[in-house]
């Protein structure tokens, strides 16, 4: 709940900026000429499309898609496969009225994890077969930083490093294949689905852009 609410603080304060910024008059900078921004965009979490408009040199509203299947399998079985979807609106606040910016804004989330690995069992000392089923909360903050140029072309291409927030995932847990003899207690089994829930609080939000201004 407090890591909710220092997020909505965030956003708060950003928005505060934000309407400070929409009553700065433009100056004539390309981001001005050429408004509209269709990019394409490779990241973690997945790759997509970006959009948005340059309100003036401070300001950019924009949304991205991004989707990424993605699935890496060991030899002796191990693998993980994630299925996401994330859909983000953002605000973007360029504090020197240049290519820097601050962002921020509501983040929606369909993202699934599955994972089997073979290892310890929390402390328990045994090494058992183990199954993770992760799924995260559909809503989350999206806030970061980052850079976009526009040439006088309308070429255009940026950088952006961030994190989406959230609740912490839901995570199921199945131990099979443990040694004959040996078992895993219920409290065993608890203390060790706190480790993906503590490791997956917040998603990594890298991207880089390419695109073309009108």
Not at 106 to 120: H, L, S
Request: negative net charge.
């Amino acid at each position: 709940m407090k890591k909710i609410t220092s997020d909505l603080k965030i956003l708060v304060c950003f928005c505060f900026l934000v309407i400070c910024s929409i009553f700065v008059p433009s100056n004539s900078s390309a981001d001005d000429k050429l408004p509209l921004e269709f990019q394409a965009i490779l990241s973690f979490p997945g790759n997509g499309i970006h959009v948005g408009y340059h309100y003036n040199d401070f300001l950019f509203l924009g949304a991205q898609s991004i989707r990424l299947d993605f699935k890496w399998e060991e030899e002796n079985g191990d693998f993980t496969q994630v299925d996401g979807s994330n859909q983000l609106l953002m605000l973007r606040l360029s504090p020197f009225s240049g290519a820097f910016y601050l962002m921020a804004g509501p983040a929606f989330v369909d993202w699934r994890e599955n994972a089997a690995v073979t290892g310890e069992v929390s402390d328990s000392g045994v090494t058992a077969r183990i199954s993770y089923k992760t799924t995260f909360p559909s809503t989350g903050l999206l806030y970061g930083l980052g850079g976009n140029w526009v040439s006088d072309s309308g070429l255009s291409g940026g950088i952006g490093f961030g994190f989406i927030a959230a609740k912490p995932p839901s995570v199921e847990i199945e131990i099979t294949e443990t040694p004959e003899g040996q078992e895993v207690s219920d409290a065993d089994i608890e203390k060790h689905q706190e480790y993906p829930i503590d490791a997956s609080r917040t998603i990594t939000y890298i991207v880089l852009a390419i695109g073309w201004n009108f």
